[in-house]
């Protein structure tokens, strides 16, 4: 035993280094103090400085037994010195004895991290362990490692389907969890399980877990969520008695719900369960793991995002491109290289206007530092050919609001615009004779009525109807029918001058504008020539056919002023022809004013009628060409004349638009079907939409859209159930003003279809922009479309114009069963017609609206 004076020395010397932090060399110091006499015995001094200690320290005897355990030591081992002193140390401490990190199981259960150092031996004494725990760091390094590797697997692609069980199972490993899940938050309040391991995995799937209410909402799944804090809920906590039942049953005592963070919020949840106490260390640590989880489950659910989008941008059957401020092609998709035959390989860096045809609309110049561009233009593709497209492009802008690139998208209108053509030319075309129908003959014979009356020039127009020529179709049939207008149109143009228009205005009347006539025998000695050419007989198809013609002529300016007069009095003096003396022709008389006068008899009674409202309504359904279901009713007005009983609308609807008298005959209409429909509808019947007509004056009027609002408000009609017709003609007025007035009424709730659609000229992209539901094909197509292959072309026409532009098609004029079979082939949504029903009075409306349909044939109501 040393001496006293060494002890104290000894000691002093410790205290010294324990103060400076020099552990290892004050425990060699106080070897000195050991008893030499037996070499494992500790001194009372040592033991004294190695209770102080905050590091632990293993005593162990000559043998390979533990002699002594400091209370750091007892802590960091969560055992009491007693369970191993005089026992083996490697059988309760395996590996200490080497020393280096090792770790080892507590007698408490905890996975414990150790760094074990050996004191050198200075003296007597029996070997001593310095311990230093360091489970914090190693789990720190081993989250460092698992953040690492979840890092990765994010750069390379890998779905959250795969990464999260792979963290699931690495931390079930780690800490020793019996399970471990992520679950995500759904827009629907659900929770996804996107990561699980461990035990009940596949029963955890079929469980229902919410976040946002209900009581699958309230367990601590749903409260981390909503709260943005970590639950931790314990089996024997009275507040988790209902929640946790399925966990107490399966042999958990604690669970832990660590919401996952990401930029905008709460994203989802970390679970883990223990079967023991929840050590709040590794909580704490679980925290801060959920914290980075959080930021890299935003970025792989951002980049999947992108993935999607940039898939997305590259299966698009439109071309989209990605250009620089500058306008130069960064990005392509296949689209574009199928549109222009570029691959982006060559395109890119070029000016993305490049793939332009000359002088086309839509270079970098127009669009650079714009709020965007869009219109139609024409590409010229690299191995010849041009298609349309409707280019559009927009700016995409950094944080500072600058422009940082541009994206264009090209949608191919090549085929649309070849539809266009081809419903532009059966619009203003007839297509069997290739001449102007009539709606071109009226705009030619306005420009043409304009230039004479700037030259006080003479010009005339001439109206011929074919004598006789519905024999030829009864007798030889159509087809040939069809030759011989053919060739009698190739007769009449040669015997007029190419500077003069020939139209085809009717099956088989034309009409002609001869211009610059020294006077009017000049239109005389044509209307000569032309009938001695239709005269000459024809061979077609082995027949000989033998034809006549009766003309009319009116002369500018003499007998009329403006287009329709001139139109008007040639079709009167032809008229006059016929009855008088066929085969010949004969000029518009001042005997014929005696028809002017009767429309002023008529505009006359009218007025009266207007005043004493001598105007009645009926209803002609519109039914589902499929089903026969009625889904709309069109109401006509008629006028109940005391002198002359019922009139329909075509002898007195005209005379009204001229005089000004269709703005109050249409307000009537207006009120009286939307109060009709308010009343079935209080009656309890299942009424559909009701349908009325508009006139151009009433359209042109500026509070219009005003006064449709206010009927429908004092009538009490919901807005959904009228339906307002206008004439194909009539929006095209003014087009411009037209998608304005028409957005307005589709904004109030109203539904509109283009009437008589075919009659006129519609510009498709003003088409496109018209806010309407319904294109009407018009009667005059539908009489002889099972005989007449031209108007059975226009019909299809308008069904697959109607359709790619997602509009139904109403046929209106139904009236065989013939007619009704090739609109529905050709996809007709809704047919009216007399094959199903006339227009009807209200009262009889009423059991067709209890019925809801009609079959074609059973017209059981009187003609109107």
């Not at 914290?291 to 993935?307: E, K, P, Y």
């Not at 009204?656 to 109060?675: K, M, Y």
């Amino acid at each position: 035993m040393a001496g006293a004076e060494t002890v104290m020395i000894a000691s002093a010397v410790f205290w010294t280094l324990f103060g400076a932090g020099l552990t290892v060399a004050a425990v060699v110091v106080l070897r000195v103090l050991s008893d030499r006499d037996d070499p494992d015995a500790i001194h009372p001094q040592l033991r004294e400085a190695l209770d102080h200690m905050s590091d632990g320290v293993v005593a162990v005897d000559g043998q390979g037994m533990v002699r002594m355990l400091n209370p750091a030591a007892q802590f960091m081992l969560g055992c009491d010195d007693r369970d191993v002193i005089g026992r083996p140390c490697e059988s309760v401490l395996p590996g200490l004895l080497e020393g280096g990190e090792l770790t080892l199981r507590g007698t408490d259960g905890r996975t414990i991290a150790l760094d074990a150092s050996r004191a050198p031996r200075a003296g007597a004494g029996p070997r001593l362990v310095i311990l230093r725990d360091i489970t914090e760091r190693k789990a720190a390094e081993s989250i460092d490692v698992l953040m690492h590797e979840i890092n990765q697997q994010v750069l390379h692609g890998v779905g959250l389907d795969g990464i999260m069980p792979f963290v699931c199972e690495t931390l079930t490993a780690l800490h020793d969890l019996p399970l471990v899940w992520v679950g995500l938050r759904e827009p629907d309040g659900s929770i996804r399980v996107v990561g699980a391991a461990g035990e009940d995995v596949e029963r955890l799937r079929a469980l229902n877990i919410r976040w946002d209410e209900g009581r699958e909402a309230e367990g601590p799944t749903g409260r981390a969520v909503r709260m943005a804090r970590t639950v931790l809920a314990r089996i024997d906590d009275p507040q988790w008695e209902e929640c946790l039942v399925t966990v107490r049953e399966r042999g958990y005592r604690a669970v832990a719900a660590i919401p996952l963070f990401a930029q905008h919020g709460v994203v989802g949840a970390l679970h883990v369960y223990t079967h023991d106490r929840f050590p709040m260390d590794a909580l704490r640590r679980l925290e801060l793991l959920a914290m980075r989880l959080g930021v890299a489950i935003r970025i792989a659910i951002d980049q999947r995002n992108l993935h999607l989008q940039s898939a997305a941008m590259e299966a698009a059957a439109n071309g989209m491109v990605i250009a620089d401020r500058d306008g130069r092609i960064e990005w392509a998709n296949e689209a574009f290289t199928r549109l222009t035959g570029w691959p982006l390989a060559e395109a890119k860096g070029r000016r993305a206007d490049f793939v332009l045809a000359d002088q086309q609309p839509g270079t970098v110049a127009e669009w650079l530092g714009s709020a965007g561009w869009r219109g139609e233009t024409m590409l010229a593709r690299r191995e010849g050919g041009s298609p349309a497209v409707d280019l559009t492009v927009t700016p995409m802008r950094g944080g500072d609001g600058r422009v940082t690139h541009y994206v264009l998208v090209q949608e191919d209108i090549s085929e649309r615009k070849r539809v266009e053509e081809r419903v532009r030319y059966l619009a203003n075309y007839d297509p069997l004779t290739a001449l102007p129908n009539r709606g071109l003959f009226r705009d030619r014979l306005q420009h043409a009525v304009a230039r004479a009356r700037a030259r006080g020039a003479i010009l005339a127009v001439l109206f011929l109807d074919l004598d006789q020529f519905n024999r030829i179709n009864d007798t030889l049939g159509h087809a040939v029918g069809d030759e011989v207008l053919k060739a009698t149109v190739l007769r009449m143009s040669a015997a007029v001058r190419s500077a003069d228009t020939l139209a085809r205005v009717g099956g088989d009347e034309f009409a002609m504008i001869l211009s610059d006539l020294p006077n009017a025998e000049a239109a005389a000695n044509a209307a000569r020539q032309v009938l001695a050419a239709v005269a000459r007989p024809l061979e077609v198809g082995g027949n000989e056919v033998h034809m006549g013609a009766s003309i009319g002529i009116s002369v500018f300016p003499g007998d009329g002023d403006d287009a329709d007069q001139l139109v008007t009095n040639a079709d009167m003096a032809m008229y006059r022809a016929i009855r008088e003396a066929p085969n010949s022709y004969r000029f518009y008389g001042n005997a014929m004013n005696a028809e002017v006068r009767a429309r002023m008899n008529v505009e006359r009674e009218l007025r009266r009628a207007v005043g004493k409202q001598e105007f009645v309504l009926y209803y002609q359904p519109q039914v589902e060409a499929a089903s026969g279901r009625i889904v709309c009713l069109e109401a006509l007005v008629r006028w109940r004349c005391p002198d002359r009983g019922l009139i329909p609308p075509m002898e007195f609807i005209p005379v009204a638009e001229e005089s000004g008298l269709i703005l109050a005959i249409g307000e009537w209409v207006l009120i009286e079907a939307c109060g009709q429909l308010r009343q079935w509808q209080r009656m309890g019947l299942p009424v559909v939409p009701v349908a009325v007509n508009v006139s151009a004056a009433q359209l042109r009027h500026q509070d219009f859209v005003a006064r449709v609002r206010g009927v429908l408000a004092d009538t009490g009609l919901p807005a959904n159930l009228l339906e307002m017709e206008l004439t194909e003609s009539i929006v095209m007025e003014d087009a411009p003003a037209a998608v304005r007035l028409l957005g307005e009424l589709s904004a109030t709730g109203i539904k509109l279809a283009i009437d008589d659609f075919g009659t006129g000229y519609s510009s498709l992209s003003y088409l496109k922009r018209f806010p309407v539901d319904k294109l009407k094909i018009d009667k005059s197509f539908v009489r002889d479309l099972t005989t007449d292959n031209n108007d059975a072309e226009i019909a299809r026409a308008i069904i697959s114009l109607g359709h790619s532009l997602n509009l139904k098609i109403v046929s209106e004029g139904v009236e065989t069963e013939g007619q009704l079979n090739y609109l529905i082939q050709e996809g007709c949504d809704v047919i009216q017609g007399y094959l199903f029903s006339r227009p009807v009075p209200a009262e009889e409306v009423e059991p067709l609206l209890r019925r809801g349909w009609l079959t074609p044939g059973k017209v059981d109501v009187a003609m109107v």
